[in-house]
Each structure stands twice: as C-alpha cells, then as structure tokens.
C-alpha cells in the first residue's frame, strides 16, 4: 500500500484512492470547495515527480514545478512525501481598501502587496484565512489600481456570511489566477454574444471592457438575468452610452426562458460566453446549437456552490 508522509506523520492509502479522501478521513484539515478541480482550494504539495498529471494540469507552470497538485484530482498510486497548504504563508496577500453593499452582492475592491498576473475573465481562490477559501472571478481589469470581486450573499453560505462582516484594512489571501473563459485577440471582428446571470456578471464584463479597449470592431450584445436589479447596471449602461456597438439587456429572472426563445444569432461567426450557475448554463447550451452555433464557438463557465 502507498505510504502518505504528512511531516512526522505516515498513513497507508489504497492503490488508485482519493488523496482528499483520504486525508479527511484521517483527520487532517483540508479546505475544499468543488471537488471538480476548479475551486484550487484543497492544495497539497508533494515532491518533484510525485504528482500525477491529472492533479496538476490545470494549475500553473510555477505551481507544478513546485510540486503543488489538487487532492481531489490526485489518485494514490505511489509513496508520497506531502505538505498541506496554507494561504497566509503560501499565497499573496491583499488588504481590502473598499466594500460595498448593493442589494445581496458584495462588490469588494481589494490591494494585492504586490502585482497579480491575471487575463481578464480568469478566477481565484480569495482567503479570508488559512481554512476559509472560494473561487471568484476577476472583475478588474490588469492595469487597475485594484482587484474587484462580485460576492453574491447567501444567508446558507459559510464563506459569504463571513465576507459580508469584512472592513477597509482587513487581510486576505489570494490564489494564483486560473481558468480559460477569456477573450481572444482573433475574435476581434466576431460578434459577441455574453450571456450571464447573478455574480456570472462579473468575469462577462471583465471580457467585455478588455474587448472594448481592444478596440473590438463587431457587435457585442450583453444579456443579464437576475432575480431584482442588475447591481452594476449604470457602470453598464454608461458603458453602452460610449460604445455605438455595444447592447445591454438587463433582464429579470422570471422572464429569461422567454428571452432566450427570442435570441437571435447576428452571425455564424457569433462567439458566445456564458457565466452563472450550473442550471443557467446548461439551459443555454441548447438553445445556442439549435441557433446554429457549432460547441467550439461556445465558451461556458458554471459557477458551483460547495454543499452547506
């Protein structure tokens, strides 16, 4: 049976077992949130050539080299020498420099110590300590005198009630910026199709204030679903009073199976994004191919919730 080394400590796992698995039913605290591979949160480091490459793909060069893996993606199959994560130490800190409150999101404006490498759209694990970790997407741009995220409240949610007390000056940790739902400097003249619902706004409008400084030359045509107001709607509507190309639809909830019978495609060539929930994306994804949209031109990206 593989040995697990975890400092002074040495466990036996079974061949091809769930690293996290196994870790939590040994007792050892690992913060995890998706167990999907896209959260980041459950970070364990092995040594060099340790780390099979199904844990590690999705995480950075820098990362994989210093041995980091997802233990919910790493299947025991030989002995390994482990270190657990820990954000205070290991990840970059940030002091939060803005809070604001609109209706049930949390629009926080944060100061890393020192410059984050990112693409706009991408996401990370934000820390409010060493065990307490959710991913977000990025709703700054790079260049930005500060890093923005949307944090939709819930009355259920761990992470979010306790992010919903944060000050100006309280310490956060941040993750290392991940995730491919980002805009690509050959769609310039492609029409743009972003469909987005709740907090799945924010990486969607990231990528669509890049595309406008890049000068995107087509249409781009934004749709937004909530259960009440928009909560940025005026920062996009001044956007769209600037931009002759650029169409906002702010929609209510209630109404979004209606708005997508009445979609209509500009073009074949129409590049659609879509960001929210796991339910919303997967009620678009039909839609969207029956409009004559081919899979490789549809990008999505499902926001899920850890179980409470």
Same mark, same amino acid.
């Given at each position: 049976?593989?040995?697990?080394?975890?400092?002074?400590?040495?466990?036996?796992?079974?061949?091809?077992?769930?690293?996290?698995?196994?870790?939590?039913?040994?007792?050892?605290?690992?913060?995890?949130?998706?167990?999907?591979?896209?959260?980041?949160?459950?970070?364990?480091?092995?040594?060099?050539?340790?780390?099979?490459?199904?844990?590690?793909?999705?995480?950075?060069?820098?990362?994989?080299?210093?041995?980091?893996?997802?233990?919910?993606?790493?299947?025991?199959?030989?002995?390994?020498?482990?270190?657990?994560?820990?954000?205070?130490?290991?990840?970059?800190?940030?002091?939060?420099?803005?809070?604001?409150?609109?209706?049930?999101?949390?629009?926080?404006?944060?100061?890393?110590?020192?410059?984050?490498?990112?693409?706009?759209?991408?996401?990370?694990?934000?820390?409010?300590?060493?065990?307490?970790?959710?991913?977000?997407?990025?709703?700054?741009?790079?260049?930005?005198?500060?890093?923005?995220?949307?944090?939709?409240?819930?009355?259920?949610?761990?992470?979010?009630?306790?992010?919903?007390?944060?000050?100006?000056?309280?310490?956060?940790?941040?993750?290392?910026?991940?995730?491919?739902?980002?805009?690509?400097?050959?769609?310039?003249?492609?029409?743009?199709?972003? @469909?987005?619902?709740?907090?799945?706004? /924010?990486?969607?409008?990231?990528? &669509? #204030?890049? =595309?406008?400084? %890049?000068?995107? +030359?087509?249409?781009?045509?934004?749709?937004?679903?909530?259960?009440?107001?928009?909560?940025?709607?005026?920062?996009?509507?001044?956007?769209?009073?600037?931009?002759?190309?650029?169409?906002?639809? @702010?929609?209510?909830?209630?109404?979004? /199976?209606?708005?997508?019978?009445? &979609? #209509?495609? =500009?073009?074949? %060539?129409?590049? +659609?994004?879509?960001?929210?929930?796991?339910?919303?994306?997967?009620?678009?994804?039909?839609?969207?191919?029956?409009?004559?949209?081919?899979?490789?031109?549809?990008?999505?990206?499902?926001?899920?919730?850890?179980?409470?």
């Amino acid at each position: 049976m593989p040995e697990l080394r975890l400092g002074n400590l040495t466990l036996h796992a079974g061949h091809g077992e769930n690293l996290l698995d196994k870790l939590l039913a040994e007792g050892q605290t690992v913060p995890w949130s998706c167990r999907g591979g896209y959260c980041h949160t459950c970070l364990v480091q092995a040594q060099p050539g340790q780390a099979p490459a199904e844990a590690c793909h999705t995480l950075t060069a820098e990362q994989r080299e210093a041995g980091w893996l997802l233990s919910c993606q790493c299947p025991v199959v030989q002995d390994m020498d482990l270190r657990l994560h820990d954000p205070t130490c290991d990840d970059l800190g940030a002091d939060v420099v803005s809070v604001m409150h609109v209706d049930n999101v949390l629009i926080l404006r944060i100061a890393p110590e020192r410059p984050l490498r990112f693409l706009p759209g991408q996401h990370l694990a934000l820390w409010l300590n060493s065990q307490l970790g959710r991913p977000y997407s990025i709703a700054s741009l790079p260049g930005e005198p500060w890093l923005e995220f949307h944090i939709r409240l819930h009355a259920s949610g761990t992470f979010s009630r306790a992010a919903a007390d944060l000050k100006v000056d309280d310490r956060l940790f941040l993750g290392a910026a991940t995730g491919t739902l980002q805009y690509d400097a050959d769609w310039q003249d492609r029409p743009l199709l972003l @469909l987005a619902a709740g907090t799945g706004l /924010a990486p969607l409008q990231a990528i &669509l #204030r890049h =595309a406008l400084e %890049r000068g995107h +030359a087509a249409p781009i045509e934004l749709w937004h679903w909530s259960t009440g107001d928009c909560y940025i709607a005026k920062r996009l509507e001044e956007l769209a009073d600037r931009h002759p190309l650029l169409t906002i639809r @702010l929609q209510r909830r209630a109404t979004m /199976a209606d708005d997508i019978r009445q &979609l #209509r495609i =500009a073009s074949r %060539r129409t590049m +659609a994004l879509i960001c929210g929930d796991p339910g919303f994306v997967e009620q678009l994804r039909k839609p969207l191919f029956f409009a004559g949209l081919p899979g490789r031109q549809v990008l999505d990206e499902a926001f899920h919730s850890r179980p409470q």
